[in-house]
């Protein structure tokens, strides 16, 4: 069966990430960078008008189709619209490792959303595309919107920014990190001052960090190994909670150089950031 529509589902890297504060509900406050990368998964969608409903084609290892976000996504839409819609069908080629800090399920979540927004021709804003994402995770938004932010609040509040778009050499370390471990970690900054946004381009990069950084380090040995190793070639640095790390280079060339020397038993890629999402680009072609 040919698909309806095959769209990108790309992965973003937390270019910094501050804690300044906790909330009385328990989440935590962050100022943070996001960025796309021209990489990712890609998600097919099949209308089935015989068959009502959300399916996914194939369920993805270690996750119960009730918990994959791209069936909440669809089905969080379908109550919000109502409507006798036609089923879809849903299958996924996985390119980013899971619990990475990368937003794979997020981002996942966001293609859904617009994909079937577009299939099933319900003209929904990007506003109410967000709303319902944020219902689904604090990272949807982001990628929704599709624009490179800084982000405030739990990550929800965004300001379109246009970072350098710079290559990256992205690492996994051989380990799953827990998120909420590492956030209920006794040891985590949660007072880094605040910036404004024109700050966060300017001055000394060596000012902006990712909080969780340390913790994760002396938790998991993995990671604390390869940002030491990829350290040596610039600043490198977690994305998220991680487990995955990040180098910044400003050729491909110079970045596909680091990567070939990577040791053994890490995995990972090469790719480009990118200020507009590739999962945008394809849908403006589509109109």
């Not at 319900?122 to 938004?141: M, N, R």
Request: proline share 7%; glycine share 12%.
């Amino acid at each position: 069966m040919i698909p309806d529509l095959i769209l990108p589902s790309p992965a973003k890297l937390n270019l910094f990430l501050h804690i300044v504060g906790r909330r009385d509900d328990g989440y935590h406050e962050l100022q943070t960078l996001f960025q796309f990368l021209d990489y990712g998964d890609e998600l097919s969608f099949t209308l089935t008008p015989g068959e009502p409903g959300v399916r996914l084609a194939e369920p993805v290892p270690g996750v119960d189709d009730e918990d994959n976000l791209i069936v909440r996504a669809a089905r969080a839409l379908l109550e919000r619209v109502g409507g006798d819609l036609p089923g879809v069908t849903i299958g996924i080629t996985k390119r980013l490792p899971m619990g990475g800090g990368l937003g794979g399920g997020s981002s996942n979540a966001a293609t859904t959303l617009l994909g079937l927004n577009h299939l099933w021709q319900l003209d929904l804003s990007t506003d109410e595309l967000a709303g319902i994402g944020l219902g689904l995770g604090a990272d949807v938004p982001v990628f929704v919107r599709g624009h490179a932010a800084f982000g405030e609040g739990v990550g929800e509040t965004l300001t379109n920014t246009n970072p350098p778009e710079d290559w990256f050499v992205v690492l996994k370390p051989g380990c799953n990190i827990n998120t909420g471990k590492i956030f209920s970690e006794q040891g985590l900054t949660r007072n880094t001052p605040r910036i404004k946004i024109a700050p966060a381009f300017e001055g000394d990069a060596s000012r902006y960090r990712n909080d969780c950084e340390d913790v994760v380090r002396k938790l998991y040995p993995e990671v604390n190994q390869s940002l030491e190793w990829l350290s040596q070639f610039g600043p490198a640095r977690l994305t998220g909670t991680g487990a995955c790390i990040f180098g910044r280079f400003p050729t491909e060339s110079a970045a596909r150089i680091i990567w070939e020397s990577k040791p053994s038993g890490v995995t990972g890629f090469v790719a480009k950031g990118v200020n507009k999402s590739p999962l945008h680009k394809k849908l403006t072609e589509l109109k």
